[in-house]
């Protein structure tokens, strides 16, 4: 069961906007935010969905990957703000990029480019796709509440994508998924029944942060922990760290736990991305991937954790 990195794409939105712009908004400033977080400014959408900005990404990974869309025999998409529920955010990008093959969505909020991975691979395992594209897009911004200081600080818009082959590249995967909506959510609230008696619920996005913060800096090890155990894999022979980005404090605290692995290998844009969910895996791996810093053979841990809650940990060589 295992999968190659033909390819990777990605793209933000050109509105970059600082600590201090947000601080226009709500009663927070840079120093705060920077200090808590390490988010300096996040891209910011103004005319573009996040089914046009994760068509962007993955025809920017079919071409690195150097084939068609219509050479792709599936395609799966991740998002907790694309623009409808049906249709699904995959058939939008299949119109999109001139695809014609199946295509449909995965929901694990922050850990769905991995959970995607994982499908992906057993997949590629039963022999029936040769070529899978996993796109992960999201327009947080439309899903914040901009008045809510705890939360619209934290958030950013891009996408990222990648195009997978058969190959022996994927080594592994260790997972604990946690069912509950109290700590992190983001309801719908779509309909008007005149039968329906309960509160409607507020459709943006609650987190509780301090639980949150603990889940991540608990399970994120402990994750990686088990995938190295279970992989044979010393932390030395480690040579990147690409965690989900959504604060630089959980990053940091990730690698404190990991001793044997050095601080410098653990990967982070956050400084100017922020959290973009299902996108930051993807996004980070195309920039580090572009910038030529990944030799082919480097074994990466790459780890996520989100809503569900959920961790997940899988071992790539590049
Ligand atoms: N600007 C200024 N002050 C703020 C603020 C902001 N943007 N947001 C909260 N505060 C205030 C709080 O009101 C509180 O004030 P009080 O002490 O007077 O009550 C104080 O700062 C401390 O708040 P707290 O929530 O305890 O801060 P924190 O150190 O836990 O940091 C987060 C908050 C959100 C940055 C942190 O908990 C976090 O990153 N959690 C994980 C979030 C995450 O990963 N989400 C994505 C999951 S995929």
Partial sequence: MSFRIMGTGSYLPPLSVTNDDIAKYVDTNDEWISTRTGIRSR????????????????????????????????????????????????????????????????????????????TAAAYLATGRYRRILLVGTEQMSRVLDWTDRS??????????????????NYLGSHMV???????????????????????????????????????????????????????????????????HQANQRI????????????????????ADHGNTTAATIPLLLDECNKKGMFKRGDLMVVAAFGGGLSCIASLIRW
């Fill in 43 to 118: 891209h910011v959408a103004t005319d573009e969905t996040a089914s046009e900005m994760g068509a962007k990404a993955a025809l920017e990974a079919l071409k690195d990957a150097g084939i068609q869309a219509d050479e792709l025999d599936l395609i799966l998409c991740a998002t907790v703000s694309g623009e409808y529920i049906v249709p699904s955010m995959a058939c939008l990008i299949q119109r999109a990029i001139g695809a014609h093959c199946p295509a449909f969505d995965m929901s694990s909020a922050c850990s769905a480019f991995l959970v995607m991975m994982e």
């Fill in 151 to 168: 939360t619209c600080i934290l958030f950013g818009d891009g996408a990222g994508a990648v195009v997978l082959e058969p190959g022996e």
């Fill in 177 to 243: 998924f946690m069912g509950g909506e109290e700590v992190l959510n983001l309801p719908t609230n779509v309909g008007n029944s005149p039968y329906w008696t309960l509160e409607r619920p507020r459709d943006t996005v609650n987190m509780n942060g301090g639980e949150t913060y603990k889940f991540a800096t608990r399970t994120v090890p402990q994750e990686i922990l088990a995938l190295l155990e279970q992989t044979g894999t010393q932390q030395s022979e480690i040579d990147w760290v690409v965690c």
């Fill in 251 to 270: 990053i940091d605290a990730v690698a404190r736990r990991l001793k044997g692995i050095a601080p410098e290998k653990f990967l982070s844009n956050i």
